[in-house]
């Protein structure tokens, strides 16, 4: 079974670091895209960017570009969201999501989803 | 940027009705377009892909039409479990784009 298991919830305070993760199981991690998606609360979805863990090729879309960083390890068959310093404004559930098997960028299956808290 | 245009917002229906749910593209995105459904505290599911081709494990009640900027997607048969919230995406340009979501309710 394809799967995609992400970190657990975190609360953090402002200005603090994060880096979470989804680990993916059932298939060839290298060789399918990943993406990062954003909901934040009571809002729809919202594309952050992507990478191929195979070369750590990396698109973000212009929202997100210089806000956080994707970053990969296929040895580990891990994708990793990382902030250098939280804002309140990135409260959210974030989800990762594997491009679909075609080679076309639909994407399933989902991870769970990891809920970031920022507040002081 | 392509933009995502869903709608109606919110669609109330009742089970055993049939609903047309529509998206439309700013520009042309062929049939490059999937349809997810999300529920409540849950991940967004993967209905449809290519316009037109329901995924894997995908009641036959759900199905995907149109091309270019104009896609509907319609459930046949409204069940209990269907009454979520929809979000179609296409994906023939980066960066790629969901539109605002169908609110299916009671």
């Known amino acids: 079974e394809v799967q995609l298991v992400q970190s657990g919830a975190e609360v953090k305070e402002p200005g603090e670091s994060l880096k979470i993760s989804c680990k993916g199981s059932?298939?060839?991690?290298?060789?399918?895209?990943i993406a990062w998606v954003r909901q934040m609360p009571g809002k729809g979805l919202e594309w952050m960017g992507i990478?191929?863990?195979?070369?750590?090729?990396?698109r973000y879309s212009p929202s997100f570009q210089g806000q956080v960083t994707i970053s990969a390890d296929k040895s580990i068959s891990t994708a990793y969201l990382r902030w250098s310093s939280l804002r309140a404004s990135d409260t959210a559930v974030y989800y990762c999501a594997r491009q679909g098997n075609d080679g076309s960028s639909w994407y399933n299956p989902w991870g769970q989803g990891t809920q970031v808290t920022v507040s002081s | 940027d392509i933009v995502m245009t869903q709608s109606p917002a919110t669609l109330s229906v009742s089970p055993g009705e049939r609903a047309s749910l529509s998206c439309r593209a700013s520009?042309?995105?062929?049939?490059?377009l999937a349809w997810y459904q999300q529920k409540p505290g849950q991940a967004p599911r993967l209905l449809i892909y290519g316009a037109s081709t329901r995924a894997t494990g995908i009641p036959a009640r759900f199905s995907g039409s149109g091309s270019g900027t104009e896609f509907t997607l319609t459930i046949s048969s409204l069940q209990s479990e269907d009454f979520a919230v929809y979000y179609c995406q296409q994906y023939n340009n980066w960066p790629y784009t969901f539109g605002q979501g169908t609110k299916l309710e009671i």
């Open positions: 059932g298939y060839s991690f290298s060789n399918y895209w």
């Open positions: 520009k042309s995105v062929g049939s490059n």
């Open positions: 990478i191929y863990p195979g070369d750590s090729d990396t």
